[in-house]
């Protein structure tokens, strides 16, 4: 593939990618409302709010929250970019958890209590993700041998069948990521958590709005790297299919689920997690998938 | 971690009226807790002094939005005391409807900002949408959604006619289907619920009765307080039994709660088929003389009112001692050693009605 | 009640121990004020009979102290923390303390994690009053009253400098319309607006602080009255250079020889006078200026004409050239000036203005037995201020009314005037009935002096050469600019509006010298001193103010005392009469701090709220 294809998919991805997810936004409030038997707001409306968020007078709480904000959005574009340009997996996910440190960090660095518990739990919840998500790619790496993202559009065969454990424990990291019931904890994604808004209380204005688009990014890397699990042959299309199905499962278990403590979520994904993926690491090694 | 304090309120996403909570927190943990009051006072004892004593149920129904009635119908049973004067029965089983509609509605109300508590937003919702069927049916009897208005000195406004009745009975039964439906199943079995609610807030027996704990908080302790046992208003008549729990956590007095409402809908039920014929309201001579105590059970528990008049149209002295009032003291033993993610499950446990507490 | 338990202090905490041991449950307690004592009942629940409760009453002295039961029932913490802050009764030992913060009425000290954001908040807009507008000057009256009202008397001082140059003249001798157009007369009594301008003034003190740079142009004044000393106060803070001619040998003009000192003490207007003089005005006494041209070549380039209206009407009645008959004005303007004038014992005042009363109260208090004030229309058409006419009669001036001279002549050494009744007939053009005489109701009054008191006009010299109006002698002068009919020359005051009041002379010379300052290549702004006050924050302060109202009628201060203020308006504090004859001391005393604030707390606000 040349090289100025790549370039220009990076481009049209950092363009693309936040509207994706603001739109997904949109509809994940709409359908979260309909479950709940409400109308809900226009599928537009986190368009709106941002632009709102945008026109508000600008205040910050401390100058190093902003850098720490900017350092945020800046690197979570990075990690988009490097993604698009079919990079190491491994550097994506790495960039990614700088970009997500530096946010809990911006959280720390404000001395309001809310923000400082907020950005603590951020960093545990982030203990509690991480492993499984750089554990995840392990699997892909050794059915592949590479880490490269353009290895697994070149194979020539699905990842899923094989390595569907792991898929399993990532679908645990895009609930964290997309702050939903049950592990809304450091930030809920609306305000009636008894952080109130936890990690971005003292965020206002542009400075949040900025915030909710890497937040929009993020989540469609996230996704993106759900799709890498079918991204090859007749059957591309399954790979979009793969990753909106896993966002609405999300949805559905928000829905019937409460809020629960961030030393459970330590728990349960540590357990859960490694397990699934400990056994596809198993199971590849013993040639049964 | 060092020690931090957490001002929780007084203005807070999860509570829905002003109380300030100082939380000491070690890490996460909760080692301190002083709970601060004052901020809504409206001095409506004071304004019992200064106003005709008929028109102070107007004013003792506007202390708490949610229960309402209830405190009306207390404050007229000190004044008949006061009065001598005889309510007839009719309007005695009117009161016990509306005093169990404004009970019922009121727990759903705290069921669903429980549930919302704790993040779990289509059970919140679901609650609601119950709730406006007993909305729904306060409209259609009283004439208002919440403050009912309907008790004065001597009796009642209104009358619920066999029609009405009728109707009345069929959407309480439309209601218990749609909690038996919907609300019970996930109160009683999910698991995340139980898993934020089991075992949180622990308040043993001895604890509730040595910090005046009432109404469901104590009852989901094992005591047995329920001013509705006194037979007040008509429930000698009607018959009832206090829900009780023993476990005292956050799970027992949500349960205690969500059994209550399926009690209200059978106390409804019995009021509405047990009423007898007749007037539902007398006059009122005189003016109220001497001391008098008036206590009913509220939604939160056990409401108290001492009156003293002198003769005159106005009263000398109204003190209403409302059941949050009692509670607050319980949060001082059951938040400390608690995680701060389960101070909002813990704090509603009690259903704080500050409007109330502070008067 | 029944099952009570009436207790002494000594045995309240015995008979709580016993329900205690009994297990009963503690539901409140209930505190009664009884005036002396407080009341406290506590309400508990016993054990083994939930109806009735069981109550131990306890009555104490306001000094004493109860001690808590909280050791006993913790629960009891929280309604005692209540009783303590709302009914100031005194417990000891409760076991969770707040100390009376229970309720969040003020600042909780320890609430360190919670700042404040940085708001300023803004002032309501101000609504147009009536008393204002009503005001010739254009005090800002609602704001004055208002921050007596809060006690800061040197900003409401500010405040009425910035309008009006003499406070101190003006709270004493005006006729305030505001008070007129008071809207609380309408249910109450008018405030004591001016009262309070006099209190504004004695017992604050104000800096003059602004002034602007020196221009170097310089402008004359012809006549040291109000308007003319406003005029120059201005002008000189405006930069101008002012010298004042006045032709008699002291400044003043009316307010020297028309005020008698008991209304207006000259002490007090020596330092209005000074004030001006401070700003480097210069007065030039015994002075007449003879013509504008030479002051136009004296190197002045404007010159303002507040010559003022001294001249006495004629009675137009036979034998008025009779010596026992005075000009009021030249009356009053020898007794100013301290030259002995010789009344006789029955005086008779013809006239109904402040002129005619000032004159007969002077006549009183240089010895004449007998004065009479003879006015050919009734009580309620008088000119003259309704207090003062009160003052009037009280100190025992007689008042003639319907009754017009006819004829003078002398008769057996003494002076008679023959008079005729008169009777109120259609209205003129005045809007007051015309008085018709009645034929053949003549009557004879013999007396030892007549005062003429029935009106002054301007008397402007010719050589001014500036348009004379055909009516009423008064200089003809624009609306707006005040400019007279020669370039350069303006003219402000008595002289151009005829007798009027110091406050709408003084009004009309703030506008003249706006007008003079723009003549003379100014901007036209009058340098005001900015008040650094705080400002009402909200429109609520009526509600406020009604429950300060109810709570000064029932409140109870140091402990027993029961103080019941009657917002009522404030009475001023006048010299008894019998005091007052004989001598020219003030007669007008002041009021006093605690009636000052008081009268400024009862206005009703109309700035702030409808």
Redesign the interface.
């Known amino acids: 593939m040349s090289t100025g294809w790549l370039i220009g998919s990076a481009v049209i991805a950092v363009i693309v990618a936040p509207l994706i997810g603001g739109l997904l936004r949109g509809i994940d409030r709409k359908l979260t409302a309909h479950m709940q038997g409400r109308i809900g707001p226009p599928i537009m409306q986190p368009f709106y709010d941002v632009i709102k968020l945008f026109g508000k007078e600008r205040c910050v709480a401390g100058k190093a929250q902003l850098v720490f904000g900017y350092a945020y959005l800046t690197l979570i574009v990075t990690a988009v970019v490097f993604f698009a340009l079919r990079q190491d997996l491994l550097v994506v996910l790495f960039i990614l958890f700088l970009g997500c440190i530096f946010l809990a960090i911006g959280a720390l660095s404000v001395k309001s209590p809310y923000s400082q518990l907020g950005g603590h739990r951020e960093l545990l919840q982030f203990l509690a993700y991480e492993p499984i998500l750089l554990l995840a790619v392990v699997p892909i790496a050794l059915k592949l041998q590479s880490f490269r993202i353009a290895t697994i559009f070149e194979s020539g065969q699905p990842l899923l069948p094989h390595l569907w454990l792991s898929f399993i424990a990532l679908l645990i990291v895009l609930a964290i990521v997309m702050r939903k019931s049950p592990f809304d904890i450091s930030s809920s994604e609306h305000a009636h958590q008894e952080l109130v808004r936890g990690l971005v209380t003292e965020y206002a204005g542009p400075y949040l709005a900025l915030i909710e688009i890497a937040h929009w990014y993020e989540m469609v890397l996230l996704l993106s790297i759900l799709g890498l699990f079918w991204v090859v042959g007749s059957l591309w299309w399954l790979s979009i299919i793969i990753a909106l199905g896993s966002w609405f499962i999300i949805l559905i278990v928000d829905n019937i689920s409460a809020r629960l403590t961030w030393s459970w979520m330590l728990r349960f994904t540590w357990v859960a997690g490694i397990s699934l993926i400990g056994s596809n690491i198993l199971f590849i090694n013993l040639g049964w998938m | 971690?060092a020690r931090?304090?957490?001002?929780?309120g007084?203005q807070?996403?999860?509570l829905p009226e002003p109380i300030q909570l100082?939380l000491e927190?070690e890490d996460?943990t909760v080692v301190g807790v002083m709970p601060?009051?004052?901020?809504i006072?409206r001095g409506i004892e004071k304004a019992a002094e200064l106003n005709d004593f008929r028109q102070n149920v107007f004013i003792c129904e506007r202390i708490c939005g949610i229960c309402s009635f209830i405190h009306a119908l207390t404050y007229c049973e000190g004044a008949e005391a006061m009065t001598s004067v005889e309510v007839p029965p009719r309007a005695r089983f009117l009161r016990v409807f509306w005093s169990e509609l404004s009970r019922t509605h009121s727990h759903l109300l705290w069921l669903g900002l429980l549930?919302?508590?704790?993040?779990?937003?289509?059970?919140f919702?679901?609650i609601w949408?119950a709730r406006e069927m007993i909305l729904d049916i306060s409209e259609m009897t009283a004439g208002h959604r919440i403050i009912q208005s309907t008790c004065i000195i001597g009796g009642v406004r209104r009358d619920i006619d066999k029609e009405m009745a009728k109707e009345v009975d069929k959407r309480l039964l439309a209601f218990k289907e749609m909690l038996d439906s919907t609300i019970a199943p996930v109160l009683l079995r999910?698991p995340?619920?139980k898993?934020?609610a089991v075992g949180k807030g622990m308040l043993s027996k001895e604890q509730a009765?040595?910090?005046?704990?009432v109404g469901p908080t104590s009852r989901g302790s094992g005591v047995a307080?329920d001013?509705r046992?006194?037979g007040y208003a008509a429930y000698k008549e009607v018959g009832f039994e206090p829900v009780v729990e023993t476990a005292g956590d956050s799970y027992a007095r949500t349960l205690v709660r969500a059994r209550e409402v399926y009690q209200c809908v059978e106390l409804m039920r019995k009021a509405l088929s047990m009423m007898p014929e007749g007037e539902i309201l007398v006059r009122v001579d005189g003016y109220p003389e001497g001391?008098?105590?008036s206590?009913t059970e509220q939604p939160r528990g056990?409401l108290?009112y001492?009156f003293?008049g002198n003769g005159t149209n106005n009263l000398?002295?109204l003190?209403i001692?409302t059941p949050t009032?009692?509670n607050?003291?319980t949060l001082?033993v059951m938040l400390p050693g608690c995680?701060?993610?389960?101070?909002?499950v813990i704090t509603l446990s009690i259903d704080p009605c500050i409007a109330c507490t502070?008067r | 009640m029944e099952n009570e338990i009436l207790v002494e202090k000594a045995d309240f905490i015995p008979a709580v121990q016993k329900m205690l041991a009994e297990k009963a449950r503690f539901g409140t307690t209930s505190c009664v004020d009884l005036g002396d004592k407080f009341e406290l009942i506590y309400h508990f629940e016993p054990q083994e009979s939930p109806e009735p409760l069981t109550h131990i009453r306890v009555k104490i002295a306001k000094e004493e102290t109860l001690p808590s039961i909280s050791s006993m029932y913790l629960c009891a913490a929280l309604i005692e923390n209540e009783i303590q802050e709302n009914f100031n009764v005194q417990i000891s030992g409760i076991a969770l303390d707040y100390q009376k913060r229970f309720l969040r009425s003020k600042e909780s000290p320890e609430s360190a994690l919670l700042k404040p954001v940085p708001y300023a908040p803004k002032p309501p807009a101000r609504l147009p009053v009536r008393c204002g507008e009503a005001c010739p000057a254009g005090i800002d009256i609602p704001r004055y009253v208002r921050l007596i009202g809060e006690g800061k008397f040197a900003e409401s001082l500010a405040t009425i400098k910035q309008s009006m140059p003499f406070p101190g003249i003006l709270g004493r001798v005006c006729f305030a319309p505001c008070e007129d157009n008071c809207r609380q007369a309408k249910q109450e009594e008018p405030i004591a607006i001016r009262m309070l301008k006099r209190f504004a003034y004695d017992h604050a003190s104000y800096g003059e602080k602004a002034t602007a740079k020196q221009t170097g142009k310089r402008v004359a004044i012809i006549g040291s009255g109000p308007a003319g000393l406003a005029a120059a106060y201005y002008l000189a803070k405006m930069g101008h250079g002012v010298t004042i001619f006045e032709s008699l040998p002291q400044a003043g003009g009316m307010m020297r020889v028309g005020i008698p000192s008991y209304r207006l003490p000259r002490k007090i207007l020596d330092d209005e006078i000074n004030m001006v003089k401070n700003l480097g005005v210069e007065i030039k006494t015994n002075t007449k200026v003879e013509s504008l041209d030479t002051l136009f070549k004296d190197g002045y380039q404007a010159v303002l004409v507040a010559t003022g209206a001294h001249q006495g009407m004629k009675l137009g009645v036979e034998g008025e050239e009779h010596p026992k008959v005075m000009e009021c004005i030249d009356f009053l303007r020898d007794v100013a000036f301290g030259k002995m004038v010789k009344l006789g014992d029955r005086v008779m005042v013809i006239g109904g203005g402040n002129a005619a009363i000032d004159s007969a109260r002077t006549a009183l208090r240089l010895g004449s037995k007998e004065v009479t004030i003879l006015y050919r229309r009734t009580r309620a058409e008088m000119p003259a201020d309704a207090e003062e006419v009160e003052e009037a009669i009280k100190e025992g001036v007689k008042i003639e009314f319907l009754a017009a001279p006819k004829k003078i002549f002398s008769e057996n050494g003494a002076v008679t005037l023959e008079n005729i009744r008169m009777k109120l007939g259609a209205p003129d053009a005045s809007g007051r009935p015309r008085p018709e005489p009645i034929e053949g109701s003549e009557f004879k009054v013999g007396v030892d002096s007549i005062i003429a008191a029935i009106g002054q006009t301007p008397a402007v010299p010719e050589q001014f050469n500036i348009e004379i109006g055909r009516f009423g002698n008064v200089i003809v002068a624009e609306g707006d600019t005040f400019a007279t009919s020669k370039e350069g020359s303006f003219a402000a005051g008595d002289a151009v509006t005829g007798p009027a009041s110091v406050v709408e002379a003084v009004g009309a010379a703030k506008k003249a010298a706006i007008s003079i300052d723009k003549y003379l290549g100014g901007k036209g702004v009058l340098p005001v001193e900015e008040i650094k006050v705080k400002e009402p924050t909200s429109r609520h302060t009526f509600l406020e103010r009604w429950q300060e109202k109810r709570e000064v009628e029932v409140s109870i201060v140091d402990g027993s005392v029961t103080v019941s203020v009657e917002k009522k308006r404030a009475e001023m504090p006048c010299l008894p009469l019998e005091e007052r004859l004989g001598k020219f001391d003030e007669v007008e005393l002041g009021l006093t701090e605690e009636m000052a604030i008081a009268e400024g707390q009862r206005c009703w606000r109309c700035d702030l709220e409808q």
Do not use: C, N
């Open positions: 971690m931090t304090v957490i001002p929780f007084p807070h996403p999860v100082k927190l996460e601060i009051i004052g901020y006072h549930a919302d508590s704790m993040g779990f937003e289509s059970l919702m679901q949408r999910d995340t619920i898993r934020r009765e040595l910090l005046g704990a307080i001013i046992q006194t001391e008098a105590m206590r056990e108290i001492y003293r000398e002295r003190k001692r009032f009692a607050i003291p001082l995680e701060m993610a389960d101070v909002p502070e």
